[in-house]
């Protein structure tokens, strides 16, 4: 049944825009958790493109001389080397890349939960449908997002190029979308794009799916209510294609080099959650829409 015009002007903007209000709420939730982790993710980066570098610069012998350093000796070597506030290189298109991220992954499961696979009347979900439908967000999540995605790995490496005596490619995040556009064209910034929405769709099934499914348990099965105890509860231009980049990855560095970086990615993959999904819920109960 249609709201009268009148009537509906009178409503909160959450509730005459609730698709976009849920994409704006999550794009902030999302600042926050990015902003918090974020020189985890730097430090991921750094471990994974080292090799790469090393390999440029030396041939062969960098199997032997390669500057792997950990994760927190690259962390500390970033703020001796280049200052603390070099932790959040590259911070701004990962807000970006999140903003979209998030709010295209948030909007397309609750539509599919809501609209397309439906809830029951007594508010069970089934599982599989949480699976294809996470599975589903992220892939379109990380389709928006591929652009800035691209970008913030660009721009978290600039400070390595300026210690290797390179000249900085980028002035500038702006700059950087530019200069990727002019070079490769739209299909540049698409580039990975194929490995990307791979991961995204994996990482989704679990965060999406776990997170829905635990909370709805626990609200609907146990005293626990909707609040924030229960949410914590819950909780390449190198490559030719993603082949291409295993192949050299694994002929160049030995098959182990595929892990670089797994225990700061591991590490920051659960607070990033903890904070978003608590912040997520937090500001939409103050923007008057329902829970998640």
Request: aromatic share 10%; hydrophobic share 40%; proline share 5%.
């Amino acid at each position: 049944m249609s709201v009268p015009e009148d009537e509906e002007r009178l409503l909160p903007l959450a509730q005459r825009w609730p698709r976009a209000s849920k994409f704006l709420l999550s794009g902030c939730a999302a600042t926050v958790a990015e902003l918090a982790t974020f020189p985890l993710d730097l430090t991921k980066t750094r471990l994974q493109m080292q090799g790469e570098a090393a390999l440029a610069r030396l041939g062969d012998s960098a199997r032997d001389s390669a500057p792997y350093r950990g994760m927190v000796r690259t962390a500390l070597g970033i703020v001796q080397e280049e200052g603390f506030r070099k932790l959040w290189q590259g911070v701004t298109p990962a807000i970006y890349r999140h903003i979209v991220y998030s709010g295209g992954r948030m909007v397309t499961y609750e539509h599919l939960r809501e609209v397309v696979f439906g809830k029951t009347e007594d508010k069970h979900y089934p599982l599989w449908k949480s699976v294809i439908g996470g599975m589903m967000a992220g892939v379109v999540g990380q389709f928006l997002a591929n652009p800035t995605d691209l970008v913030k790995v660009q721009m978290q490496m600039e400070g390595k190029r300026k210690l290797e005596g390179k000249p900085l490619r980028f002035r500038g995040v702006h700059h950087a979308f530019a200069k990727i556009l002019a070079e490769g064209g739209i299909r540049g910034l698409w580039a990975g794009w194929v490995p990307n929405i791979q991961r995204a769709a994996l990482v989704n099934m679990g965060d999406l799916t776990t997170y829905d499914t635990v909370k709805h348990y626990l609200v609907l099965n146990t005293p626990l209510e909707d609040n924030i105890m229960t949410h914590g509860l819950s909780r390449g231009l190198l490559y030719k294609s993603s082949t291409d980049c295993l192949i050299q990855a694994v002929q160049g560095e030995g098959f182990m080099s595929l892990y670089k970086g797994f225990l700061p990615s591991w590490l920051r993959m659960t607070p990033w959650s903890l904070v978003f999904w608590l912040t997520y819920e937090k500001i939409r109960e103050m923007s008057g829409v329902s829970p998640f």
